[in-house]
């Protein structure tokens, strides 16, 4: 008889950052875990005992987002600096530097096969650049605002994004146009990703909501309000079922989405919580925030065997074939009519402080990388508003059809002007051979007259 499920609990924490935590990833082979933070720095943390912690030095601004590459060998991360770094995550912590975008960037993005990356910045852009020859490929232009996030799907096929105008956008890697839009949001969507089987997307809403979309069917799926602070950060259980959020109320939530309820909340911050991500077997989670701490916790209420998950959604990337683009496309309207029903939720609260007896996991700090000096850089927001853009999802035609009409209308303006140009070239030269004509009639009259 398989025994109960226990609660999650915190397994350990660390310190060494001097500023808010931004953003944490786990390494593919669990053994380290690396965070970015607003003091500028990367730290590199290993689970082995004894082991020391690497800091990286290089970004001159606050460290917006780090990411592992899918074999590990590589750590991505960007920066307010409108810079994004790779690393070499070692002793060393050699990295190169990409002058990515013109502002700030907000979120970098490996694709499962680790050729790719998506980079999305304060400047209204996505960049997609080549991994192998670390070059850049191409930008993804709608939105109309900061963009905040982009997330590849586990297929590479899609991007979705989500900006500050609104609007989480869907895209398509292959033809770079986009396919889909949702903008249903009071507020603006902090962060979106895939679930593991790429149908569904989930948004975390500086509205204090959390949103399920199937992007299949276009259609709302579930709609949480749990907390009472905005959502900066949602993170997908391997196994697809459960969603764990942070948010600036201090509070994670995890929420089984089987059921449609929140079961969970954990109280381990103090202040503002900006991340939170699962291990990428889920028997591990991480998350940080404005207190400069980093807790790991151990899931403990889903014993689903990771090598399981591993081999199914391998399975799904490389043998099942991806569903046609044109299943995402709008069929039917947002549900806008009508207040959504809020869904009810039964949970546990579970307390963990650490006790101020503990060990502090001094042995994880690099005495020799430790500065003197580290302020923390002070955000700057712009106060400037965007008014509310039509919603694209409401038109009959679909979107990607729309973009080719429009794309076939710039083309033939282009090829009107063209011909144009040409009209008045064609008149110019007809006119100065006129010229010459006449010219050469004087001329040869002259020498008529002459002899």
Not at 326 to 350: A, F, N
Request: neutral net charge.
């Amino acid at each position: 008889m398989a025994s109960a499920p226990e609660d999650p609990v915190l397994q350990r924490y660390f310190k060494g950052h001097k500023a808010a935590i931004t953003s944490a990833d786990f390494s593919p082979d669990g053994k380290q875990l690396a965070t970015g933070s607003w003091d500028t720095f990367l730290m590199l943390w290993s689970f082995k005992p004894q082991a020391r912690a690497f800091r990286y030095v290089g970004h001159k601004d606050i460290v917006t987002s780090v990411q592992f590459s899918p074999l590990g060998n590589l750590l991505a991360s960007a920066s307010r600096d409108r810079t994004v770094r790779l690393w070499i995550p070692d002793k060393r912590g050699k990295s190169s530097e990409f002058k990515a975008h013109t502002a700030p960037v907000r979120s970098v993005d490996f694709s499962a096969d680790g050729q790719f990356l998506a980079t999305a910045s304060e400047d209204k852009s996505i960049k997609v650049w080549n991994m192998y020859r670390q070059r850049f490929l191409y930008s993804l232009y709608r939105h109309t605002h900061w963009v905040r996030c982009a997330k590849f799907s586990p297929d590479g096929r899609l991007i979705v994004s989500c900006s500050e105008d609104k609007t989480i956008k869907i895209w398509d890697t292959t033809n770079k146009q986009c396919v889909n839009n949702f903008s249903d949001f009071v507020g603006f969507a902090n962060f979106v990703d895939f679930n593991p089987n790429g149908t569904c997307i989930a948004s975390a809403g500086s509205d204090h909501t959390v949103k399920i979309w199937d992007i299949r069917v276009n259609k709302l799926l579930q709609h949480y309000q749990v907390h009472s602070g905005g959502v900066n950060c949602v993170s997908f259980h391997p196994s697809g079922n459960y969603l764990i959020t942070a948010s600036s109320d201090g509070m994670l939530k995890i929420l089984d989405l089987l059921e449609g309820r929140l079961i969970y909340t954990l109280q381990g911050h103090t202040g503002p919580v900006f991340t939170v991500t699962f291990s990428k077997g889920g028997e591990l989670f991480t998350s940080g925030g404005a207190d400069a701490q980093v807790l790991l916790w151990r899931t403990n209420f889903d014993e689903l065997n990771c090598k399981d998950v591993i081999k199914r959604n391998l399975k799904r990337l490389h043998f099942d074939s991806p569903p046609h683009l044109l299943d995402i496309y709008p069929r039917t309207p947002h549900p806008r009519e009508g207040k959504i029903e809020t869904i009810e939720t039964t949970e546990t609260t579970v307390h963990t402080l650490p006790d101020r007896g503990e060990e502090i996991c001094g042995y994880f700090l690099n005495p020799s990388l430790m500065s003197s000096e580290c302020s923390p850089t002070t955000l700057k927001k712009k106060t400037e508003e965007m008014s509310d853009l039509p919603s694209e999802n409401q038109r009959s035609i679909p979107l990607a059809v729309t973009d080719a009409l429009e794309h076939i209308m710039e083309q033939l303006n282009v090829l009107t002007q063209t011909v144009s140009i040409l009209e008045q070239r064609l008149t110019l030269t007809e006119d100065k051979l006129k010229d010459c004509l006449e010219n050469q009639q004087r001329l040869f009259n002259a020498i008529q007259q002459k002899s």
